[in-house]
């Protein structure tokens, strides 16, 4: 049935082709009507991603009209057709993801400290999380009776310095210099700010001894720690880490080596408690209840196996959840584990792009800060490019059961296994080079080994110890389990050393991200041919990826740091002293996969102690670049004179009026409202890590020093 179009719409005025184009478009989306509404989370995080993007209150209120705005129009097309409900729908679901995440960070949120400060803190013990592999104890603390600062800090404990006792509802007493959770060094950096400020957490660091304890634990430790601990007790090794991690969720006690290893072979979502973990512990659980009821000839003949096997099952999965911190991906994993289950309780195919949909959407709910990280994204990502080459009718025949050898059976199990991890990787590593600047290259043939192995003989082993532990008899289990991870680990080793490991880019900006993202979106969510047509915005984003030139000059937010490109591609470091962390966030938003030189020891750089000039080719010019390498007095008639003859002047101080460089002068003040810059000398093109005037509420804003009162605690 079809009724002429009302004249508020597309009316007379409107060509035949027009209506034409509107008519194939609503017969396309009949056809796809059983995925439009895998979009309604895809509506929701836009919104939420608008937030993080948009700089101010007057930004986000912008987007809610625009989202409106279209929601509107949407009501002058036709009624009845699936594309007007479409518009009208998308813009109601970004506005609402908008005011979503804008209400959440108003309401639960906890601002930063103004300013780092040193200070005596009497602290109640809110949580103590170990980290072996730093040697150290990291705790969330509320302070007491210290209205200046946040209302819950961070603050890591040497292990050497811990007093007995400490433990939840403990207080304690210690000097420490606080400082407001660090932004981004530079663009494309992480943002611990954002996330601490989700997390209630508005200042951290480092306690010095003594540590006076007041009041020892009032709380039993949890059943996550004392697994920790028994685990750490029976394991050793480097071997220790990922049974921690396995158990718990908690990567704390892997060595930094080991952890590298895992994430350049493509092997690092073993250790994130995820779909393969929940999944191998739910099917095991349910396996074991019904082969206990099928004992039973009543139970067998009478009882609802299936029906009891899922419930047991779905507890196994929410214990396992809680127990290992409910992490995004976990929460996802156990809640689509749960509609799993209860499609199968149901007699239903239960397993398709509706339920990772509604995964998403509950994980947007309660926590829509969610999807501007990595976790969110590629937890998803994965399992939806999982979902959706499950449901090719192509890839469905091929890998459908049938009558044939051995051999030829184990090929095809063995082909299907490659061509999903090959998916996986390709979805998931446009994500990677965002986030991380660097994605693993031969991770789906590395899980095909990994994931076998730790879903039917590590997991298994350790679950085995670990019951036998109550009886005094797991040792024989810890040492099989032991063997398996070190199996583990020597094939994330030898996967990381290969030439081709590793794929590096530089930080990229955010406009190619989304491109891809929705690109890939539109071939995923879709079933006909008008899926493809996402490649295009696919090609665009992987080829501006893959096109983007390094930055010249890399500065860190506080003007500390500074990374030059010399001519020969190799990049240097303005102090040779900085840290292995320093270091590797500036190579890899530089994508630069090899160690920073000093400046002062190549030929194109003049040091002293106070300043350092390099001149560096960029295009078709060379430039003159000077800098500060430490905070001391420079007398003003050189300085001067060196500053009237670079282009470029950079200083972890507030410059003097009288430094006039040529282009630009970066120095404490342009940084405190830029924070970390990047620049590429041949377009001229600056990035930094955040626009002047941005007002999300973990951005610390000092006040005037003027009015700044040391704290009495």
């Known amino acids: 049935m079809a009724f002429e179009p009302r004249q508020t719409s597309l009316g007379r005025g409107i060509g035949a082709g027009a209506r034409g184009g509107f008519a194939r478009v609503e017969c396309w989306l009949e056809n796809e009507r059983e995925q439009v509404p895998l979009w309604v989370p895809v509506g929701l995080g836009a919104g939420i991603s ?67 400060l040193f200070a005596t803190v009497t602290g109640e013990v809110v949580s103590v999380r170990p980290v072996p592999a730093q040697q150290m104890v990291r705790a969330m603390l509320r302070p007491v009776d210290a209205p200046a600062l946040p209302g819950m800090i961070r603050v890591n404990i040497a292990e050497d310095d811990v007093p007995a006792g400490l433990g939840e509802g403990a207080v304690i007493r210690f000097r420490v210099r606080l400082m407001p959770p660090a932004p981004p060094a530079v663009p494309g950096g992480y943002d611990f700010a954002a996330r601490a400020y989700f997390q209630g957490i508005g200042a951290t660091g480092k306690a010095l001894k003594p540590i006076a304890l007041l009041r020892p634990a009032s709380v039993a430790p949890s059943l996550r720690a004392r697994l920790f601990t028994h685990i750490a007790g029976q394991v050793d090794g480097p071997a220790q880490g990922i049974a921690i991690a396995l158990a718990t969720g908690d990567q704390g006690a892997s060595a930094e080596a080991d952890a590298e290893a895992m994430r350049r072979s493509g092997l690092a979502h073993l250790l994130s408690i995820s779909g393969l973990h929940v999944t191998a512990l739910i099917g095991a659980v349910i396996f074991l209840l019904m082969r206990v009821m099928a004992l039973s000839r009543r139970a067998a003949l009478e009882w609802p196996l299936m029906l009891i096997a899922a419930g047991g099952g779905a507890l196994a999965g929410i214990g396992y959840t809680l127990l290992t911190g409910a992490e995004v991906p976990t929460v996802r994993s156990c809640v689509a584990a749960l509609l799993v289950l209860g499609g199968l309780a149901m007699g239903r195919d239960a397993i398709t792009l509706r339920l990772v949909a509604s995964g998403a959407l509950v994980v947007l709910a ?46 095809r199990v063995l082909a299907a296994t490659l061509m999903t991890g090959i998916a996986v990787e390709l979805v998931l590593m446009p994500i990677a080079l965002f986030h991380f600047h660097k994605a693993g290259m031969l991770g789906a043939f590395a899980n095909i080994i990994a994931i076998p192995l730790t879903t039917f003989v590590v997991m298994p082993l350790e679950a085995l110890a670990l019951l036998f532990d109550l009886a005094g008899l797991g040792a024989p289990f810890w040492w099989l389990t032991e063997r398996a991870l070190g199996l583990l680990l020597v094939l994330a080793h030898g996967v990381a050393a290969q030439p081709m490991a590793m794929m590096v880019t530089p930080a990229m900006p955010g406009w190619t991200f989304g491109v891809t993202i929705g690109g890939l979106l539109w071939c995923l969510l879709w079933r006909s041919g008008g899926r493809w047509l996402g490649l295009g915005g696919v090609v665009v984003g992987v080829a501006a990826m893959l096109m983007q030139s390094p930055p010249d000059l890399l500065v860190t937010g506080d003007g500390r740091h500074v990374v030059v490109r010399m ?11 900085a840290g292995d962390y320093v270091r590797d966030t500036l190579a890899e938003s530089a994508g630069y996969d090899g160690p920073l030189d000093a400046l002062a020891g190549l030929p194109e750089a003049r040091c002293s102690a106070d300043l350092c000039a390099a001149r ?30 670079a282009d470029i002047v950079i200083a972890d101080r507030g410059l ?18 830029t924070g970390g810059v990047a620049i590429n000398l041949a377009n001229g093109s600056v990035r930094t890590v955040r626009q002047p005037g941005d007002a999300h509420p973990w951005i610390a804003r000092p006040a005037p020093r003027r009015n700044l009162a040391r704290p009495q605690l």
Do not use: Y
Not at 567 to 577: D, Q, S, V, Y
Not at 628 to 642: G, L
């Open 656 to 673: 003097p009026r009288w430094c006039r460089p040529r282009w630009l002068k970066i120095d404490r003040r342009l940084l405190a409202r």
């Open 366 to 411: 309660f926590w829509p800060e969610a999807v501007a990280g990595p976790s969110f994204q590629m937890s998803f990502a994965a399992v939806t490019a999982l979902v959706a080459l499950a449901e090719h009718p192509g890839f469905r025949a091929f890998a459908a059961a049938r009558d044939e050898g051995v051999m030829r059976k184990g090929m």
């Open 50 to 116: 608008a937030w993080f993007l948009l700089p101010d209150a007057l930004g986000w209120m912008a987007f809610c009209c625009v989202a409106l705005g279209l929601a509107c129009a949407g009501l002058l097309l036709p009624e009845g057709g699936r594309l007007r409900r479409m518009i009208v729908a998308g813009g109601m679901l970004a506005c609402i993801g908008c005011a979503l995440v804008w209400g959440k960070a108003m309401l639960v949120g906890e601002p930063p400290l103004a300013r780092a």
């Open 616 to 645: 560096v080719r960029a295009g078709e010019r060379t430039w003159a670049v000077l800098m500060t390498r430490n905070s001391m007095f420079v007398e003003r008639v050189q300085f001067e004179k060196d500053c009237a003859a």
């Open 567 to 577: 001519a020969t591609g190799r990049m240097a470091l303005l102090r040779a002293g």
